[in-house]
């Protein structure tokens, strides 16, 4: 199964705020698993997983922004279910 997320051409401060928005709901879900009590190992693979989304984040929203114009941006998830 696939679901079609993002497809389309966005000025780079439309592209750089949904990736914002997106990479803050992925981080949300990360720090619920954090709150729900998981062990020590797995907090600290959850608290790296979720300083990595910022910094790449970061990275993405610097380059988009210092840009300008527009981008085309395209993002889909591919589900397989076991």
Do not use: Y
């Not at 910094?55 to 527009?70: I, N, W």
């Amino acid at each position: 199964m696939n679901l079609q997320l993002i497809h389309g051409s966005f000025c780079t401060a439309e592209a750089a705020e949904l990736l914002h928005q997106l990479v803050q709901v992925k981080i949300r879900f990360l720090e619920n698993r954090i709150e729900k009590g998981q062990d020590e190992a797995d907090i600290k693979m959850l608290e790296r997983r979720i300083k990595s989304l910022q910094d790449e984040l970061q990275q993405v929203r610097t380059g988009l922004l210092a840009g300008g114009g527009s981008c085309e941006l395209e993002s889909g998830i591919n589900i397989t279910c076991t």
